[in-house]
């Protein structure tokens, strides 16, 4: 695979182990990842890589001085190029909490959840070849 097409998503999640899953999903779509477990760190992540960032995948409750609807909001605002999925179990968004382009996927999710919905909400121009290639199959609720 030409690694120099390939784009880039950032992954945000305090927990390793599903910080390590969301970003083993978004490989599997065709990403490169950049991680961070805080919403803080993200920013400093977003300041050196923005440019080839083309998705922010990230968690709601997190440590630090910004949670992921903040980030989210922060990410609209100035990086506005950059697609936005937002995930949480336990917080359900309300009107106003995340920008008009960022989506929300409630944990836990599947592979196949995260694809299907990178599948409908991706612009084509941003779908890495994997999703784009991809087979798709109905996802049932609560795969």
């Given at each position: 695979?030409?690694?120099?097409?390939?784009?880039?998503?950032?992954?945000?999640?305090?927990?390793?182990?599903?910080?390590?899953?969301?970003?083993?999903?978004?490989?599997?779509?065709?990403?490169?990842?950049?991680?961070?477990?805080?919403?803080?760190?993200?920013?400093?992540?977003?300041?050196?890589?923005?440019?080839?960032?083309?998705?922010?995948?990230?968690?709601?409750?997190?440590?630090?001085?910004?949670?992921?609807?903040?980030?989210?909001?922060?990410?609209?605002?100035?990086?506005?190029?950059?697609?936005?999925?937002?995930?949480?179990?336990?917080?359900?968004?309300?009107?106003?909490?995340?920008?008009?382009?960022?989506?929300?996927?409630?944990?836990?999710?599947?592979?196949?959840?995260?694809?299907?919905?990178l599948r409908r909400t991706l612009p084509?121009?941003?779908?890495?070849?994997?999703?784009?290639?991809?087979?798709?199959?109905?996802?049932?609720?609560?795969?």
């Amino acid at each position: 695979m030409n690694t120099s097409t390939v784009p880039f998503a950032l992954t945000v999640d305090d927990v390793p182990i599903i910080l390590m899953d969301m970003t083993l999903i978004l490989e599997d779509a065709g990403f490169r990842c950049h991680e961070a477990m805080d919403g803080d760190t993200a920013i400093v992540l977003l300041e050196e890589q923005a440019d080839n960032t083309i998705l922010l995948f990230s968690d709601v409750e997190m440590p630090g001085s910004i949670n992921g609807f903040a980030l989210a909001r922060h990410v609209a605002q100035h990086r506005p190029w950059i697609e936005i999925v937002i995930a949480s179990g336990n917080i359900r968004p309300d009107p106003g909490d995340m920008p008009e382009k960022a989506t929300f996927i409630p944990k836990p999710f599947s592979a196949a959840i995260v694809h299907e919905h990178l599948r409908r909400t991706l612009p084509d121009g941003k779908k890495p070849a994997p999703l784009k290639n991809a087979v798709t199959t109905p996802v049932q609720p609560g795969a």
